[in-house]
């Protein structure tokens, strides 16, 4: 019996997270990365195709949306604690301070 390979987005995501460290604290670069597998999976050349190209195929549902990029990077981040960039704990050192300085910590 053949073996089934499911490929969902969140798989995808995950395994760039763990491969390139830099698309952690990036959605856009995140975003471009999984486009670029996408056109390389419609036989397209990323290199050569027009931005009216990439547009037509953002509104036709042909690449993936970048609002769920962004939504299951979101969530497997907060599965998955090893895939949160640097930035992550820059943002939640700064949200302790305005908390403080808001008095929400007294």
């Known amino acids: ?7 969902t987005i969140k798989d995808r995501i995950k395994r760039l997270l763990l491969k ?3 698309l952690r604290n990036d959605d856009g670069r995140l ?4 486009w670029w597998q996408d056109l390389k999976k419609l036989n397209l050349d990323p290199d ?21 990029i962004r939504r299951d990077r979101a969530k497997l981040q907060s599965e998955f604690p090893e895939l949160r960039g640097q930035l992550y704990q820059e943002r939640l050192n700064k949200q302790s ?4 300085d808001l008095g ?3």
């Open 31 to 34: 975003i471009c990365s999984i």
């Open 48 to 68: 050569k195709i027009s931005a009216t190209e990439l547009m037509n195929l953002f509104i036709h549902n042909k690449i993936t949306h970048s609002e769920s």
């Open 1 to 7: 019996m053949a073996r089934v390979i499911v490929n």
């Open 104 to 106: 929400y910590n007294n």
């Open 97 to 100: 301070k305005i908390k403080t």
């Open 20 to 22: 390139k460290e830099h």
